[in-house]
């Protein structure tokens, strides 16, 4: 079994930061891609960003800025430690939202997976 276990959620002021971290433990072969999605109170889960085990990242548009790939949120991992990082910068309030990590697992035995963590509150005050 595999388990997915977030950290560094909580209350902050809109313009500061935060930073989430993501590890991935049990019976892991290797992991592909890896991601954060939110989900704000009374809508859908989306997708925020992802990283591949190569270090190709996407971003959701919401955290683009307009002349930097990243923008204000950061994507990274450590393939050695099964870990993956969110930093975010210059939070707002539209923010505010439960992140969730993702991940697809190749498990011992070559059952591909994908798995959820149980999720980090992120709240920006204004």
């Known amino acids: 079994q595999v388990h997915l276990v977030e950290s560094g959620g909580g209350l902050v002021q809109s313009g500061g930061s935060l930073r989430l971290s993501c590890v991935a433990s049990g019976s892991i072969f290797s992991i592909n891609a890896m991601g954060w999605y939110r989900q704000a109170p009374g809508k859908q889960r989306e997708l925020v960003a992802t990283?591949?085990?190569?270090?190709?990242?996407?971003?959701?548009?919401?955290?683009k800025g307009r002349f930097t790939i990243s923008g204000r949120f950061t994507i990274s991992r450590d393939n050695a430690e099964n870990t993956v990082f969110l930093q975010m910068n210059s939070l707002k309030p539209e923010d505010t939202a439960v992140y969730y990590c993702?991940?697809?697992?190749?498990?011992?035995?070559?059952?591909?997976?994908?798995?959820w963590g149980q999720g980090s509150q992120v709240v920006v005050s204004s």
């Open positions: 993702n991940a697809d697992i190749w498990r011992m035995g070559f059952v591909r997976d994908n798995v």
């Open positions: 990283i591949t085990s190569g270090g190709s990242t996407t971003y959701a548009d919401s955290v």
